[in-house]
């Protein structure tokens, strides 16, 4: 792939094998141009002829390696179906190396440095964790890159769904996974409206997304007449969970809702019964908890998770035509096993709505005679990175297999469904046979 300037290099290489007079030369490539539209403000991609449309994934294959693995093998699902059903000017797709996010800022900080640095990348599916984002973000954007994600979930990173930009917004960043607004008041209505409880305590770790649904759920619990009993606050690596537990106990609460992460979030089941009160008492995970290895776990035994929209069996990608079980059954098959994490879904229809904005903003160089039989090269494709952002934002009731998608201007995409599922049974660690308990 090159840029404006190698382009119009070869090109002279071309006419000087030609050995035509100077004058001539200068008028033909002046005409010729090399073939290809003026980019936009942030640039462009181009792609050489014989050469694939390039993407990568900026996933956390540490730090939340059970979610990255589920999100990337989406990716590779969709990338896949993309590619054998609707190439782009007969290009296939190709994904590059993953890039490892780890679940952190410095994960997302190193990442985005990796992506903005490769000249051939159009996009980024990623990451998987907001923290990840909020420091991703920026790169990304200055980059003029395009990034959809397929389980950030934190308002920081888009908007309030009031037409109020958040602080963390950049442009060039979109998501498919849902603003975390709306689970959090799906789950206030659960636990307010279903489980009659009235009494709540919650627990995050302070980052972008455990912070943002912690805060998220008590207003919208308080605006039901819910009361917050207790807000507590554990480190990310804490396997001592005695003092939360003793603050959790003596604020008696009806219910825990727990928006945090599989190591933290075990340590607190795991101990939770040793302190009077919370040996019986209803604890809610939030999506990070619903993860087949977290559900392995004796004690998560009772508890409830919140989630993306489970029921998208009959759901079809518009792009691939593939449904969602279609695709389920072909993640068992190529990887041996259910995922791990339900946002599989999502990342699948991520890279699709990725892919369909690029297939629709490309043009292809080459098609003036002229061109053609001047300049051997004439495929070259350019992709505009400012159209591309653009026509991100033009996906309205698009269907995948989630469900409907439609972006609004600060790039959240999600269907807007959330299931809340009942886990009864340690040994079933497949999601979607989970017994669905509440969906909104």
Request: hydrophobic share 40%; with cysteine; aromatic share 6%.
């Amino acid at each position: 792939m090159a840029g404006r300037r190698g382009c119009g290099v070869r090109m002279g290489a071309v006419l000087r094998r030609l050995a035509l007079p100077a004058l001539a030369a200068v008028s033909l490539l002046a005409a010729v141009s090399c073939g290809g539209p003026e980019p936009g403000p942030l640039g462009e991609v181009t792609v050489d002829p014989d050469q694939p449309i390039y993407i990568r994934t900026m996933l956390s294959f540490t730090g939340a390696s059970s979610l990255g693995a589920s999100l990337h093998g989406g990716v590779e699902l969709a990338v896949r179906d993309f590619s054998s059903i609707s190439p782009i000017k007969g290009r296939p797709v190709v994904l590059g190396d993953p890039i490892d996010s780890m679940c952190s800022e410095d994960g997302g900080r190193a990442a985005a440095r990796v992506a903005a640095a490769d000249e051939r990348l159009v996009g980024v599916i990623g990451t998987s964790c907001s923290v990840a984002a909020v420091a991703a973000a920026p790169i990304i954007s200055e980059a003029g890159l395009v990034m959809i994600a397929p389980s950030n979930t934190s308002p920081s990173l888009t908007s309030d769904l009031a037409g109020n930009v958040a602080p963390d917004h950049h442009e060039g960043y979109y998501r498919t996974s849902n603003n975390d607004l709306i689970q959090a008041r799906t789950v206030a209505h659960f636990v307010y409206d279903h489980l009659d409880l009235r009494r709540m305590a919650v627990v995050h770790d302070g980052d972008p997304y455990t912070s943002g649904m912690a805060t998220a759920f008590s207003s919208a619990f308080r605006d039901l007449g819910g009361e917050m009993a207790v807000t507590a606050v554990v480190s990310k690596g804490d396997t001592d969970m005695g003092s939360v537990l003793g603050e959790l106990s003596a604020g008696e609460p009806d219910g825990i809702f727990l928006p945090i992460f599989r190591p933290e979030g075990t340590a607190i089941i795991q101990q939770a019964g040793q302190f009077e009160g919370l040996d019986g008492v209803t604890m809610i995970g939030g999506g990070a908890l619903l993860v087949s290895e977290f559900l392995r776990v004796p004690e998560s035994e009772g508890m409830y998770f919140s989630g993306p929209d489970l029921e998208i069996g009959a759901n079809f990608s518009e792009v691939t035509g593939k449904t969602g079980d279609d695709v389920l059954a072909a993640y068992i098959a190529e990887y041996g096993g259910p995922p791990e994490s339900p946002y599989w879904a999502t990342a699948y229809d991520a890279t699709t709505l990725l892919l369909v904005a690029i297939r629709q903003v490309v043009v292809e160089q080459g098609e003036d005679a002229l061109v053609s039989a001047l300049y051997r090269n004439s495929g070259r494709l350019h992709i505009d990175r400012a159209r591309l952002r653009d026509e991100m934002l033009g996906n309205v009731e698009f269907h995948g297999i989630t469900g409907t998608i439609s972006c609004d201007r600060f790039g959240d995409c999600g269907t807007g469904n959330v299931t809340i599922v009942h886990h009864t049974d340690s040994t079933v660690t497949d999601i979607s046979q989970l017994p669905i308990a509440y969906t909104r």
